[in-house]
């Protein structure tokens, strides 16, 4: 789009103007003539090829003026708009993936459904309204993989999330190797924007690390942990031949939690886990009103350079003449 910084700078085109009217030509009165008596003959040779002269001159000094004008009046060419980058937070899922998660003791519509397929359908919602958070997702069963890296990409972090299946990562539970893989991920961010959802529905039942040093770890990092125990039961059974994990340890993840400066959130149902992730919202909220910037171009450059042009042509057809 095209547009004038200073449109008011338009009212210096009526300075000549005011000066001519402030300041009217002399009057030749008075001075000093030489006859010429040819003069008559010497105005037929010449007087023409002079007029016209004179009258290119002013129409070149005019073309000048309302160049520097046009100029004064900052051109401008405003290109669309460009979202602004925001600060936003850090935001670690790690979703546990063991064989305890096939439970389907879930209600989406009317139908039951897995614990997993619960959790990315409301996971999945919490991704997307993420605008301006870095969001990166860890898998976790017998062994805690990176699934994606910090990203604004909020769609390509989604998409991993529905593909994700039961078992893939093990059948059972590194609640510790989890949290100590997303202190490794998360410790070169700002200390105050370390955050880390962690989404189980067993106890630790694998892994190297223990949960509670983990999270002792964390706490060192600045790492803020929120723990989600999911499941309408605290005991696990043997599901479609899955040897099921252990009852929902709801203390340590209580403990971890309490200690990174968290909250522990109990989801027994479809409603109650999308009531978390609401809450959660709040808890860490997401950046302002995402902000727009439009690139500005100037063009007082264009203008100017015919100004000068006119000029030096007008220049050069008086001193050729």
Do not use: C
């Not at 223990?210 to 964390?218: N, T």
């Not at 899955?242 to 929902?248: D, I, P, R, T, V």
């Amino acid at each position: 789009m095209f547009n004038f910084a200073w449109p008011y700078a338009a009212a210096i085109v009526l300075l000549p103007l005011v000066v001519f009217w402030l300041f009217p030509p002399a009057r030749d009165g008075g001075l000093t003539v030489v006859r010429v008596p040819f003069f008559h003959r010497l105005w037929q040779k010449l007087g023409t090829s002079l007029e016209h002269a004179g009258a290119l001159v002013r129409a070149l000094a005019i073309l000048a003026w309302l160049s520097l004008t046009a100029a004064a009046m900052r051109p401008q060419w405003i290109g669309e708009p460009v979202a602004l980058p925001q600060k936003g937070r850090d935001l670690m899922l790690a979703v546990d993936l063991s064989g305890s998660m096939e439970q389907h003791d879930m209600v989406i519509n009317g139908r039951r459904v897995d614990r997993l397929t619960a959790v990315k359908a409301v996971a999945g919602n919490f991704i997307e309204r993420r605008a301006g958070d870095r969001i990166g997702l860890i898998l976790f069963g017998r062994n805690a993989y990176l699934q994606a890296p910090l990203t604004f990409d909020r769609k390509t972090v989604k998409k991993l999330l529905y593909e994700a299946q039961i078992g893939m990562a093990g059948k059972e539970t590194a609640i510790g190797d989890a949290i100590g893989l997303a202190v490794k991920k998360l410790h070169e961010t700002p200390d105050n924007n370390r955050v880390l959802i962690l989404l189980t529905d067993g106890q630790n039942t694998a892994g190297e690390i223990d949960p509670l040093k983990a999270a002792e770890l964390a706490k060192a990092a600045g790492l803020k942990i929120y723990t989600i125990g999911i499941g309408s039961s605290g005991r696990a059974s043997v599901f479609s031949g899955w040897a099921q994990g252990s009852a929902l340890d709801e203390r340590s993840l209580r403990a971890i939690a309490q200690m990174t400066g968290g909250r522990y959130f109990r989801a027994r149902n479809v409603q109650e886990l999308a009531q978390i992730y609401d809450v959660l919202d709040k808890l860490e909220p997401r950046p302002g009103a995402e902000e727009f910037f439009r690139p500005v171009k100037e063009l007082y450059y264009l203008p100017l350079g015919m100004a000068l042009f006119w000029l030096l042509l007008a220049l050069w057809r008086k001193t050729w003449r």
